[in-house]
């Protein structure tokens, strides 16, 4: 009874404290307009990503390492589409349709393998979709890009257009994700992780929630990589690079896979210390950041929401240590 | 005779050259508790991957759950079909509390469909409740010992409401006290009408709970019936019991 209610007071606080971040976010583009507005944006994408990422690879554990493959999806139908002169929502309703089909085409031999083949599997997948990239040289430009169509308005209200947009779609994936969470997906998925044949003999039919697990996350990634081009006004074929998705990756170890907020939290924590680091010390600055994200790793394996969690007690952080034997 | 809930005819599976069973028939009855021993390497928990369909079977055997043929469905329609299982090496979820892992049984197991989220914790608690888990539903399964797991992995199938449930050495790694905990359990849950498969190795168990018995050896079904048959029967003593089980029974027969 009595942990019932520190459980609701616990709640209140925590909505309260979003809703003030929420309104926080809300409110900036009032102020600034410029430099920290673009940094925020591009950070919403990453946390999107890293959402994307945390919903097949948090979640269910399987972890695909070709994602970017969602990337070149989404931002070329973006961009094939509106230099068609189509209007920029009705380019994003068609990838969300086109990129569905792309992953049930993809998902259904990829999800059948398991561990390192599965992240392997998924490799190829973007290998293959790289390749139609180049040498569909009439749609996608080839190795020349394509350039989007601009919009028409001065520099500031560009700016605040796409950070609101940016915003907005993190909102819907976060909602999403803490929705499925609750509901008999989140379980499925979090059984499939720990043990798939035994989840399996338990009545769960894994190659559903598998399938729901990567639709998802291939909607979330292209989806905002499509307003990421549309906002870069150029992309060409090293959408497909790994480097962004393994920046990705980081940011959801470090703000805790598995977790709803983990990926945001992750994707602030990153985001800001490589801009510092590298505004700051020029030289070294990739550097400072992995010696950053190993002790992350050693003594917060969960993530940086495990601090959270344990209310920023030593002795709970303490314990986590020693049982991981560090 | 009652009615059959399972039946299986001609049973068989090879791994290459390996017969892990082979031509075994068998038939569990409603409410019955049929025990199922032999020696390690016997094709028991083969026999049990089998039914809930983990492996498939070869040639044209069949299995029959309430006359319904499901040697040819996945894993997760058989369990919704009413079959509930624990393991033999017992697979808790581990990122998960106690509350989690039965619920898990709760969703998705038989009826799992019709029930809401709500419904699903007020199974939950249920669970715990006539399992006397004595834990909360928000301890982490880490924490808990080998017998709350056992438990807690009976509770997740229970939570399923099946009509047959396997048990694949539930017993092994406890105590004398704690066998006689878990075979009352036993005992509790064939009470509500569930048909019980149990494999065990602890004969004091086997033999006290069982209505019948069936012995596997080099994946072949060598003897059929209730617990004295069993325990008279030459090849069983032979292949799994040793002479002296016997003798000790029969001192123990003549002292009582």
Redesign the interface.
């Known amino acids: 009874m009595i942990l019932e209610r520190r459980n609701t007071i616990e709640k209140k606080r925590i909505i309260i404290f979003l809703t003030l971040i929420v309104a926080g976010f809300l409110l900036i583009p009032l102020f600034e307009r410029g430099y920290i507005l673009r940094f925020l944006t591009f950070m919403f994408t990453s946390a999107i990503i890293s959402q994307g990422l945390n919903i097949i690879g948090g979640y269910s554990g399987y972890i695909p390492f070709g994602h970017m493959g969602f990337f070149g999806a989404g931002a070329y139908i973006v961009a094939m589409s509106m230099v068609n002169h189509v209007s920029f929502p009705i380019a994003l309703l068609f990838n969300i349709v086109i990129t569905i089909i792309i992953a049930l085409i993809f998902g259904y031999p990829l999800l059948r393998l398991r561990g390192a083949y599965f992240a392997m599997g998924t490799i190829a997948f973007n290998g293959i979709l790289k390749e139609v990239t180049v040498n569909f040289t009439k749609w996608t430009g080839g190795g020349y890009g394509i350039s989007l169509p601009q919009i028409p308005w001065n520099i500031e209200s560009v700016n605040t257009f796409f950070y609101y947009i940016m915003l907005g779609w993190l909102a819907v994936c976060t909602i999403v994700v803490y929705l499925l969470a609750?509901?008999?997906v989140g379980?499925?998925l979090?059984?499939i992780?720990?043990?798939e044949?035994?989840?399996?003999?338990?009545?769960?039919?894994?190659s559903k929630y598998k399938m729901i697990a990567w639709i998802t996350s291939a909607v979330f990634i292209s989806v905002s990589v499509g307003i990421y081009a549309y906002w870069m006004t150029f992309i060409d074929t090293s959408i497909y690079d790994i480097t962004p998705l393994i920046k990705s990756w980081v940011m959801l170890l470090v703000g805790g896979a598995?977790t709803v907020m983990g990926p945001l939290l992750g994707a602030f924590l990153i985001e800001s210390l490589s801009e510092l680091l590298w505004g700051n010390i020029i030289i070294f600055h990739n550097g400072f950041l992995g010696i950053i994200i190993i002790i992350t790793i050693l003594f917060l394996p969960g993530g940086i929401i495990d601090l959270f969690k344990k209310q920023f007690k030593w002795s709970l952080i303490r314990e986590e240590i020693r049982k991981n034997k560090i | 005779m009652k009615n059959v809930i399972l039946e299986g005819k001609n049973v068989s599976k090879f791994f290459g050259s390996l017969k892990a069973l082979q031509h075994v028939d068998f038939q569990i009855s409603q409410g019955e508790i049929l025990g199922l021993i032999g020696p390690n390497g016997a094709g028991k928990t083969t026999f049990v991957n089998v039914i809930t369909n983990v492996y498939h079977l070869e040639g044209d055997g069949w299995i029959k759950f309430k006359n319904i043929t499901i040697n040819s469905l996945p894993p997760f329609k058989t369990a919704r079909l009413g079959i509930a299982r624990t393991y033999q090496v017992i697979k808790p979820f581990l990122n998960m509390t106690v509350g989690e892992n039965i619920a898990i049984g709760a969703i998705f197991g038989r009826e799992g469909t019709i029930r809401s989220m709500y419904d699903v914790e007020k199974e939950v608690e249920r669970q715990i409740n006539f399992l006397n888990l004595g834990v909360t539903k928000d301890t982490p399964v880490e924490s808990l010992n080998i017998v709350s797991r056992k438990k807690m992995d009976l509770a997740k199938a229970l939570a399923a409401h099946p009509d047959l449930l396997i048990i694949d050495e539930v017993m092994a790694g406890l105590n004398t006290k704690e066998i006689d905990q878990m075979m009352e359990i036993i005992l509790k849950i064939n009470a509500l009408g569930i048909s019980i498969l149990c494999i065990e190795h602890v004969m004091k168990a086997i033999m006290n709970i069982s209505h019948r018995i069936m012995v596997f050896q080099n994946g072949e079904k060598i003897a059929e019936g209730n617990p004295t048959e069993i325990v008279n029967d030459k090849n069983v003593i032979t292949a799994y019991l040793g002479s002296k089980y016997r003798s000790k029974e029969r001192k123990h027969e003549s002292q009582g």
């Open positions: 609750k509901n008999p379980y499925a979090r059984a992780k720990d043990d044949n035994a989840a399996a003999t338990s009545g769960i039919n894994t598995g």
